[in-house]
């Protein structure tokens, strides 16, 4: 990975490597979304945050790809790549995590279950050492958290993915 940019930040230059990554808006019958609670390894006093399933891409891999492959390795869902059709949100993101700075260009998928038991046997070794927990949210709750959650607009993202796409696209019941 190459330098995205030079960003001046507080009187310093900060380079951040370029990423692309791709997210999954997980949710139940009940319309619950999941996110797991992680902080940053490199530094630990920041405190935590909830986030969706997914991550990074690797060389030569779609979004989409990318979000059936991570769905798989943090909860133990499988599902086919064609069950993710379209991104329901896009972003692009810089921050921090173990000591890199990155520029992330993100997307994200809507996948409905009626239910699922998760299992974080497939997380990575960072993920073992940087996730602590996980739980299910209802839009209200997110909305009226005092915790941190990314993207900060999670919750109208959750709200325009749930009412914009037909409930049947993004994922079969389980």
Do not use: K, N
């Not at 798989?72 to 921050?95: K, M, S, W």
């Amino acid at each position: 990975m190459g330098v995205v940019g030079d960003v001046w930040q507080s009187g310093a230059v900060t380079r951040y490597t370029p990423r692309r990554a791709a997210r999954v808006l997980l949710v139940d019958q009940a319309d619950r979304l999941l996110l797991f609670r992680g902080f940053d390894p490199a530094q630990p006093q920041g405190g935590r945050w909830w986030f969706t399933p997914g991550g990074g891409l690797d060389p030569g891999e779609t979004y989409a790809d990318g979000a059936a492959r991570e769905l798989a390795e943090e909860t133990g869902l499988r599902l086919p790549v064609a069950e993710f059709g379209e991104p329901v949100h896009a972003d692009v993101i810089e921050f921090s995590f173990d000591g890199v700075s990155y520029r992330q260009e993100q997307r994200f998928f809507l996948v409905r279950v009626a239910a699922h038991e998760v299992d974080t046997t497939g997380f990575s070794e960072v993920e073992r050492g940087s996730v602590d927990g996980y739980r299910w949210w209802s839009a209200e709750e997110l909305r009226s958290t005092a915790e941190r959650c990314y993207p900060p607009d999670l919750p109208a993202v959750l709200t325009r993915a749930l009412t914009d796409v037909p409930a049947t696209a993004g994922g079969a019941p389980c």
